[in-house]
């Protein structure tokens, strides 16, 4: 699993502009956009700038039947500052990551067992998807819905980086679905009809 970490870590900007050497979050403290303010160089240590949990399965027990176990700086303090994080996913057969976007960061994901079929669609509509199989990557550019379906027969399992600590999520159909925005309105703005919209909240836990 670490050569092809590293191997995307290659594929990544970094900045060389710091004038410091890291700045490793402190999570006592509140964050900014800037993100988290440095810990002390006397508190920080070695396992601040590592993070073991990737190499566990994630639980697929769940609707989507995936899992995504994040290295992002709430969790792995020491990428504070350098505009990169990770991440595993684990589809069980059928899994699937519905339509979302990253608002904050784009996304390389590695393929490290199982096939996938992933693919985005542009801001002109223009739709990208293909079968990935393991070892074929696949980017998926900032803020432009995407999705990844375990389209094989066994389980899946895939590395993702993007380009930020923070790279946030929305998922689509829990934003439709999720919350509490009224029916009538999803309706209107969706074309369904009423029973399939309370039918997908039902589904989604979402009220109104």
């Known amino acids: ?4 970490i590293l191997f995307i870590f290659s594929l990544l900007p970094f900045s060389h502009s710091a004038v410091q050497d890291f ?3 402190d999570l006592a403290l509140p964050d900014n956009p800037a993100g988290y303010p440095c810990k002390k160089p006397a508190k920080v240590t070695v396992n601040d ?3 073991s949990a990737l190499g566990i399965a994630g639980n697929t027990s769940n609707l989507i039947k995936a899992a995504v176990t994040p290295a992002f700086v709430a969790q792995f303090p020491g990428l504070n500052g350098l505009g990169l994080s990770l991440a595993r996913l684990d589809l069980a057969v059928d899994g ?8 904050g960061a784009s996304e390389v994901l590695f393929v490290l067992e199982g096939t996938i079929c992933a693919g ?6 223009a739709v990208y998807f293909k079968q990935l199989s393991k070892g ?9 819905l995407h999705f990844q379906i375990n389209s094989g027969k ?3 399992i895939a590395i993702v980086s993007f380009s930020s600590p923070s790279p946030g999520l929305q998922i689509t159909d829990f934003a439709l679905f999720g919350n509490n925005l009224p029916t009538e309105l999803v309706v209107k703005t969706t074309f369904l009809d009423e029973a399939q919209v309370k039918k997908l909240k039902g589904v ?3 009220t109104g």
Do not use: E
Not at 1 to 4: D, E, S
Not at 139 to 144: A, R
């Open 204 to 206: 989604l836990g979402g």
């Open 1 to 4: 699993m670490f050569l092809p």
């Open 23 to 25: 700045c490793v979050g």
């Open 49 to 51: 700038f590592v993070f």
């Open 120 to 125: 985005f669609i542009s801001s002109a509509n």
């Open 154 to 156: 066994g389980v899946a």
């Open 136 to 144: 074929d990557i696949m980017i998926f550019p900032q803020g432009l």
């Open 96 to 103: 699937v990551v519905p339509m979302h976007t990253h608002p």
